[in-house]
């Protein structure tokens, strides 16, 4: 392994990517805006190009960044999938991308007609040219969830960034070490599909360029409330009865309207959820009803 500074600043922004997106889920406590499947996608790749950990030994370095990758994808797979609230948070509703239709099995036929085509018969060959294509295009689940967003919060974005330009270091450190490495073995493959996952990092950096950045998410966690639309109907209904029970008290018929309002709240209350941790909602938050509103709190 020949290092410098390109090959070290691209490790040191992936690596920094998987740190920032756990500390991003363990504090914020919540998964939007980051694609699951995109994650997925890595966790194979990863596992599919380091077979070679139980069969060949490079450097210390080496060993110790690959198992890094392995673990850290492993640990942000399980807290989205079974750590709550990330769970209930995770927006599978818009991370629809197709991963294994329209990324995993179109890069396993193109290895293996590729290999085929090459007649090479090594099992460790094709699966590392399946993980080299698969990294191509990982980040497609992201690019598609990103698009439904008109804001993103300051760790999310600084996750997504970074693994989107990791890559741009690692095509500097192959145009440096063809230069300064004698004997230097080029990799046409590996070149193509450099290039075309930079220009998606790229067209993810375009898009994040365009979206309003949240500042606050390391201090606050994420929990449900009832939907937008109830709760704002509840409050006005329960001010209107506060208001009339005001008004017949002065005038005389407190008791009945005080009894009739106590009733009708006993009543809605025991339909709605219990949900003392949520702060009311202000009036301004009449837009997008239909939405379920995501509370905000200091931790």
């Excluded at 330009?165 to 070490?177: A, E, K, P, Q, T």
Aim: aromatic share 12%; hydrophobic share 40%.
């Amino acid at each position: 392994m020949s290092m410098n500074i390109f090959r070290l600043t691209g490790d040191s922004l992936h690596m920094l990517s998987h740190s920032i997106l756990i500390i991003r889920l363990l504090s914020a406590k919540n998964a939007q805006a980051i694609s699951l499947k995109s994650i997925e996608l890595y966790l194979l790749i990863y596992v599919s190009r380091y077979l070679d950990l139980f069969t060949t030994f490079y450097t210390w370095y080496n060993s110790i960044v690959k198992i890094f990758y392995i673990l850290t994808s492993i640990a942000i797979v399980y807290i989205i999938r079974h750590h709550e609230p990330n769970y209930a948070t995770y927006d599978r509703a818009h991370d629809t991308f197709a991963h294994w239709k329209l990324a995993v099995i179109p890069c396993a036929f193109v290895a293996i007609i590729a290999t085929a085509f090459r007649q090479i018969l090594d099992a460790q060959e094709l699966i590392l040219r399946f993980s080299i294509y698969l990294e191509s295009v990982a980040m497609l689940p992201q690019l598609v969830l990103l698009e439904h967003y008109q804001e993103i919060e300051c760790l999310t974005g600084s996750y997504i960034g970074l693994k989107s330009c990791y890559r741009g270091f690692y095509i500097l450190n192959w145009v440096y070490r063809s230069y300064y490495t004698p004997f230097y073995w080029h990799h046409p493959v590996v070149y193509i599909a450099g290039v075309l996952q930079t220009v998606i990092g790229a067209c993810i950096l375009v898009e994040l360029r365009n979206k309003a950045w949240k500042p606050k998410d390391l201090f606050v966690r994420t929990t449900y409330t009832q939907p937008r639309l109830s709760r704002l109907q509840d409050e006005e209904d329960n001010n209107q009865q506060e208001a009339e029970g005001s008004r017949n008290d002065e005038n005389g018929g407190g008791t009945s309207s005080s009894q009739e309002m106590r009733t009708r709240k006993a009543k809605s209350g025991s339909s709605e959820p219990n949900d003392t941790a949520a702060s009311p909602v202000a009036s301004n938050d009449k837009d997008n009803l239909t939405q379920p509103l995501l509370q905000y709190q200091v931790v």
